[in-house]
Every structure is written in C-alpha cells, then in structure tokens.
C-alpha cells in the first residue's frame, strides 16, 4: 500500500510548481526541424523519462535547454522567469542545471574522493583543490554525495579501477557537487550490466527526492523501474505523455518506437 502510494506520487508533480517550461520550442538544421513546436513542462522534484527513436529530437531538446544549441523559436524558461534562451553554457550551469554526458569522464588518475573535491571546488585549480584544508561541512558533503552514489566503500580507489557503472555514478557524484536543481542525463544505463541499472533507477529516484532530473533512456526496462511520466517524442515533438503503461500503449508509440 504504501509502495502503491509512493509510486503514486512519483507520477505527480510534487508542489505542482514549474521548474522547466518549454514551449513552442523549434530548431531546424539545414531546412530539417529537429525539433518541432516542442512544449514540455517539469516539476520542481520531478523525475521524467525522455523516450523516443534515434533522431526524434532528445539529444537536440537537451542541447537547447543547456544552450549548447539556440532555438530558432519557442521559449524556454528556467525556476521561474530566467530565459534560458538569453544565456551561455557556462552561465546556465552556474544557473543551476547539470548535465551528464553519456560517457563517463572523470579524472582517471585521482581517487574517487579526489573526483568530488575537485568537483566540489569549482574553479579552483587541480592542485590548490586537493591541497586546500578541508573543512567539516565539505567532509560532509562528500560523504553524503559518497554514499547517494553507492561509491562510500570506494572512497580511495583510483577512478581507473571503477567499474563502467561506478564511473558513471561517480560523475553524477561530481554534478551533485555542483547542486543543481536541475540535473539532465543522457542514456545513464547504456553499458551497465544489470544489477548496476537496477542500483542506478534506485540511485536516480534518490536524487530526484531533492532535484528534479530529466533522463533520455532507450532502454525500458530501466525505464520501468524509475516508475515516473513518461514523454515520448518523435520528430522533434512530444508523441505521447504520461504514466508508461499509456505511453508504451499508445498505437503511436508502438508504430514508430516499441514495436520497431
Ligand atoms: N548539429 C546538427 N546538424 C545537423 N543536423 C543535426 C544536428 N544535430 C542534430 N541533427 C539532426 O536532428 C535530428 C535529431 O537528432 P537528435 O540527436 O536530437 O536525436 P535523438 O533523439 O537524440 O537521437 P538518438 O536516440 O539517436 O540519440 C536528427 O535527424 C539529427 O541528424
């Protein structure tokens, strides 16, 4: 019952306030509209899983919001009246929102602990980061970080020597550092053996208890077990929307995805 309830609740936008509003968003390459009249909105706390065919606009949506790509129309706005559209790469990170690349790129040659005290530095330089003194508070939060990406037994090992899905867990360890609100992350599963995807659907939902956090996944097993909404989108639109069970449903979204 109390499952039943939680995974109620994963489905519903928690307070109900908009974090991440897109709205009639269009981007065309040479002519070809990669995304076309996109509109999506996210929930502070939210979790939502982007679904959809390779070329359906996912990675292009998730470059606009970073603004690594300016769309030609359409709004984006960001925690309110913050056009995301007005600003760099860079100043909409420190705005807030994290991405995580598909591939994993953490400093091989330092530990895990390392990893996040570099992370937790900014600007910093590498050596003045790991010489600095630390104080309680940092302690803390590297233990906290340590222990949401399931990395607190790995704390001194070097980076090399993760595993695929550490790796990956421990660069979600380094944007947490950063505190985003908003964290984006592109394909987290892919390579994972599959008690790793298990731990990382467990891992994502534990972040999402503070953030929200937007996951581009093929894989729907994964999928399924982060147990949020669902957007589908197909040519640069959203398809469908809503809990996977309609979506995975959905005559469209079995013609031009699930059923491919
Ligand atoms: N910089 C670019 N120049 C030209 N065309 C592009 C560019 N970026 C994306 N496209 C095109 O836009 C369309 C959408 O691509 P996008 O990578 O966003 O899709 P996707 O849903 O992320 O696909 P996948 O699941 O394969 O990663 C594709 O047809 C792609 O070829």
Redesign the pocket.
């Known amino acids: 019952m109390a499952e039943r309830r939680e995974a109620e609740a994963r489905l519903r936008p928690p307070r109900g306030e908009t974090l991440l509003y897109l709205n009639g968003v269009t981007k065309a390459?040479?002519g070809?509209k990669?995304?076309n009249d996109l509109s999506l909105v996210v929930a502070r706390g939210e979790m939502r899983a982007i679904i959809?065919?390779?070329?359906?606009?996912?990675?292009?949506?998730?470059?606009i919001i970073t603004g690594k790509?300016r769309p030609d129309a359409g709004e984006v706005f960001f925690a309110g009246d913050t056009d995301l559209t007005r600003h760099d790469e860079a100043e909409i990170a420190s705005l807030g929102i994290g991405r995580k690349f598909q591939k994993p790129t953490v400093f091989e040659g330092h530990t895990v602990e390392e990893n996040l005290r570099l992370a937790l530095s900014g600007s910093r330089s590498i050596f003045a980061a790991l010489l600095h003194r630390r104080g309680a508070a940092e302690d803390a939060r590297i233990d906290a970080i340590l222990r949401t990406v399931r990395l607190a037994d790995r704390r001194g090992a070097s980076a090399a020597d993760l595993s695929h899905g550490q790796k990956q867990w421990l660069e979600i360890g380094m944007l947490l550092a950063q505190d985003p609100e908003l964290l984006l992350v592109d394909?987290p599963v892919a390579g994972m053996t599959d008690a790793e995807t298990e731990e990382t659907a467990r891992l994502l939902r534990d972040i999402a208890r503070t953030r929200s956090v937007v996951v581009?996944e093929?894989d729907m097993h994964f999928v399924r077990m982060l147990g949020v909404k669902v957007t589908c989108?197909h040519e640069?639109h959203v398809l469908a929307e809503g809990p996977l069970d309609m979506v995975s449903a959905d005559p469209r979204v079995i013609e031009v995805y699930l059923g491919r």
């Open positions: 390459f040479d070809f990669a995304i959809g065919p390779n070329g359906a606009g996912k990675t292009t949506m998730m470059d790509t394909e581009v093929h989108l640069g």
